[in-house]
């Protein structure tokens, strides 16, 4: 099956400092990824629609400098909260679409903590 | 924008009985209707979908109706056991554009011995 791995899958940082997370489809292709934002007992919430080789699409409210995404390859889009600070932790998820199945896997997510 | 609703936010059943959970969407273009189990601290797993030109699938214990005129569809799940208990997600998006899901607001499952 298709696999999409997250990682970290837990960080803690400080207030002010970035954080980097990685969102990799391990044995598909995946020209378009999605990063969700999931806060405790609600639903996913769409931030941005990554692209390979493309700037994001990002959702209405979601600050696109703060929340900065890069898809470079086909098998990698990458998450960066800028100068992050307590309410921006968060369960962060992102998905990717499988090129030729055209169905969409999800990572595990990663729990952001910032103190 | 798509819009999606679910019903209930929390269901609790008895094990062996039955289980049912109502979505509704609002773009008549969604023609993608995915199920997700997501468990506590973890990512959402798929668990059966269904496309719009399909009114009902069936895995095992685990079936989906789509009703496209009334724009809602449903997911029932058999013979419960206590670990179906989760929170339950449906998803609404268009398939051949690659648009993103957009997900209902989930149901909690509670399934008791």
């Known amino acids: 099956g298709a696999v999409v791995s997250q990682h970290p899958s837990r960080v803690i940082c400080k207030s002010g400092t970035s954080v980097k997370i990685e969102c990799r489809s391990l044995?598909?292709?995946?020209?378009?990824m999605f990063w969700y934002r999931q806060f405790p007992k609600q639903s996913l919430m769409l931030m941005a629609t990554s692209n390979e080789g493309s700037k994001a699409t990002y959702e209405q409210g979601v600050e696109k400098d703060k929340f900065l995404i890069n898809h470079a390859s086909l098998t990698l889009s990458t998450l960066t909260v800028t100068s992050a600070h307590p309410e921006d932790s968060s369960f962060y998820i992102c998905?990717?679409?499988?090129?030729?199945?055209?169905?969409?896997?999800f990572g595990e997510g990663s729990w952001l903590t910032v103190v | 924008g798509e819009n999606v609703e679910q019903h209930p936010s929390t269901l609790s059943v008895q094990e062996g009985d039955s289980a049912v959970i109502k979505c509704t969407y609002s773009d008549s273009a969604s023609n993608y209707f995915p199920w997700y189990k997501q468990e506590l601290g973890k990512g959402p797993q798929l668990i059966i979908d269904?496309?719009?030109?399909?009114g009902e699938k069936k895995d095992q214990r685990i079936a989906v109706t789509l009703n496209k005129t009334a724009k809602h569809f449903s997911l029932h799940i058999t013979e419960t056991q206590p670990e179906d208990s989760a929170v339950y997600f449906c998803a609404a998006s268009i398939r051949q554009a690659g648009t993103a899901l957009i997900f209902g607001k989930g149901t909690t499952l509670s399934v008791s011995s």
């Open positions: 998905s990717a679409k499988h090129n030729l199945w055209n169905t969409i896997y």
């Open positions: 269904i496309r719009s030109n399909v």
């Open positions: 044995d598909f292709q995946a020209t378009t």
